[in-house]
């Protein structure tokens, strides 16, 4: 799956758009590597994403196409 489609279907970032965007600028790094947007996520992954104040680094833990609003904190793991 694109890293901007699983920051969007995860609700880490709300909009694709933005994900891309922020992939674009150079703010969202995977395995400490600068990624695209359509950079193929795999689990085990770690994901780094310095858009605001506090950056945020979260562990993919599984992949889906859809994702309920419930079970979001399935698919990533907060590492700091």
């Given at each position: 799956?694109?890293?901007?489609?699983?920051l969007k279907?995860?609700?880490?970032?709300?909009?694709?758009?933005?994900?891309?965007?922020?992939?674009?600028?150079?703010?969202?790094?995977?395995?400490?590597?600068?990624?695209?947007?359509?950079?193929d996520?795999?689990?085990?992954?770690?994901?780094?994403?310095?858009?605001?104040?506090?950056?945020?680094?979260?562990?993919?833990?599984?992949?889906s196409?859809?994702?309920?609003?419930?079970?979001?904190?399935?698919?990533?793991k907060?590492?700091?």
């Amino acid at each position: 799956m694109r890293l901007d489609k699983y920051l969007k279907i995860t609700r880490i970032i709300k909009r694709r758009t933005v994900a891309n965007d922020a992939c674009d600028a150079g703010k969202v790094s995977v395995n400490n590597k600068i990624a695209r947007a359509s950079y193929d996520v795999k689990v085990g992954d770690i994901i780094e994403i310095n858009i605001g104040q506090k950056p945020l680094k979260v562990k993919v833990t599984s992949i889906s196409d859809f994702v309920k609003k419930e079970d979001v904190s399935d698919y990533y793991k907060v590492i700091e």
